[in-house]
Structures are given as structure tokens and as C-alpha cells.
């Protein structure tokens, strides 16, 4: 069965420090992979996703997230982070629009 | 261009009412899913209307019921609301073979 685990639920980080966001996934095939961010309040917002090829995936907002099959991980990270990253960060597995599953997501606070 | 619409934002309603979500799917999208999220959880898939018909369903009871309308919008349907059924619901829009979905704002439903 399919699975997705973010295991820090809060993190903190200076301003302009580096940020990385663990997931680790179970999939019986290739997976897709997805990271979303959600303000509060507010739906989720697509920042990049994997399906194939270069294993290094650039995202939206200065994100890029690493997919490694030998750890079954697909970090996200962002050399300098702004307190307007501030949010929940979901990541997400699945083949399809139908069976995408969710993990319970890492709230990222940002000190000034 | 209009991204996900839902509504209402915020609804309150008491234990075995009946309620009803609305969601309008971003332009040119054709499939929707109805996804429920606990508070301090991941969303949880509900199901998925593609060609106005439920193509797949996640593990929630009968109670949830759906439509899909001819322009693409989709409504999701709760019965004999419980008290933990109270959570915020997302709708998201996508179209067949295109991964990532866009997600709305959500719905915040209160249960008492």
C-alpha cells in the first residue's frame, strides 16, 4: 500500500537559513511525487512534482526537491528562506489524480 | 483566470443535518476530487468525478455523495453530518493525464 511520511511535524528556521523537509514514501511502482504548501486558511498550492527523468526537480518560489529511489525519500529544500515561506508543506505520492495520498505535513515556522 | 472556487467558506451545521459543498473547477479542467482535511492532518481522498460520473473512491462511507454538472462543476453531498465529519474540505480540479492538481480554499464545516 501506498504511503507518504514527513517526519518532523514543526520545524524552525532562521530568516535566510537554509531549509529541508524530509518525506519519505511506499510505493509498489514508480512513483509521482508532489510537494504542496498550504497557508493557513487557505487550499493547497503546487510548488513542484517529480514523474521522471532528472532527479533534482525545480520548483515555484526558489523550492527545488531531490528524488532519491535508493531511500525512497523525495526531500524539498531552499537555500534561503523568507518568513513569507512560513506554511504547512505536504508532500504527496501517486500515479494518478485518483489515488494521490497525502502525508500529515510539516509546519515550518521562521524566526526573524 | 479564475483558479478553484468554492463555497460556501465557512458553513456551521448540527449533528445529523444534511450539507451541501460546491466547487468550481479551474478553466479548462475537466475532473474533479473532493478531498476532507482534519485539523493537524493531510487531506484525505474522498472521490473523484471525471464525465460527471464518481471514477474512484477513497474509504468514506455513503454518507458522502457527489455530483458532477455538465459545465464541470462538482457538489459533495454529507448526510447525518457527525461531530467528526467537521474539517475542511478541498476541492481540486485537473484534467485527464496532467498530474498536479489546483487546489480551492475550502470549505471549513463545523459539526455541533
Known amino acids: 500500500a501506498q504511503s507518504v511520511t514527513q517526519p518532523d511535524i514543526h520545524i524552525t528556521v532562521s530568516e535566510g537559513a537554509s531549509l529541508e523537509l524530509r518525506c519519505n514514501y511506499s510505493?509498489?511502482?514508480?512513483?509521482?511525487l508532489f510537494w504542496y504548501v498550504q497557508s493557513p486558511g487557505q487550499g493547497l498550492q503546487l510548488l513542484l512534482k517529480?514523474?521522471?527523468?532528472?532527479?533534482l526537480v525545480q520548483g515555484i518560489k526558489g523550492f527545488e526537491a531531490e528524488f532519491k529511489r535508493s531511500q525512497s525519500s523525495f526531500n524539498l529544500r531552499k537555500p534561503s528562506v523568507h518568513w513569507s515561506d512560513a506554511a504547512e508543506y505536504f508532500c504527496?505520492?501517486?500515479?494518478?489524480?485518483?489515488?494521490?495520498?497525502f502525508g500529515a505535513g510539516t509546519r515550518l515556522t521562521v524566526k526573524p | 483566470d479564475a483558479g478553484v472556487t468554492q463555497s460556501p467558506t465557512h458553513l456551521i451545521k448540527t449533528r445529523g443535518q444534511q450539507v451541501t459543498l460546491r466547487c468550481s473547477p479551474k478553466?479548462?479542467?475537466?475532473?474533479v476530487s473532493w478531498y476532507q482535511q482534519a485539523l493537524g492532518q493531510g487531506p484525505q481522498f474522498i472521490f473523484q468525478?471525471?464525465?460527471?460520473?464518481?471514477?474512484q473512491r477513497g474509504n468514506f462511507p455513503d454518507r458522502f455523495s457527489g455530483h458532477q454538472f455538465p459545465n464541470y462543476s462538482s457538489e459533495l453531498n454529507v448526510n447525518a453530518l457527525l461531530l467528526g465529519d467537521s474539517a475542511l474540505y478541498l476541492c481540486?480540479?485537473?484534467?485527464?493525464?496532467?498530474?498536479?492538481?489546483?487546489f480551492g480554499s475550502g470549505t471549513r464545516l463545523t459539526v455541533v
Open positions: 517529480y514523474f521522471s527523468g532528472d532527479t
Open positions: 510505493y509498489g511502482a514508480t512513483p509521482y
Open positions: 481540486a480540479s485537473g484534467s485527464q493525464g496532467n498530474y498536479g492538481y489546483t
Open positions: 504527496a505520492v501517486g500515479r494518478d489524480n485518483n489515488d494521490m495520498r
Open positions: 478553466s479548462g479542467h475537466d475532473t
Open positions: 468525478y471525471y464525465e460527471e460520473e464518481e471514477r
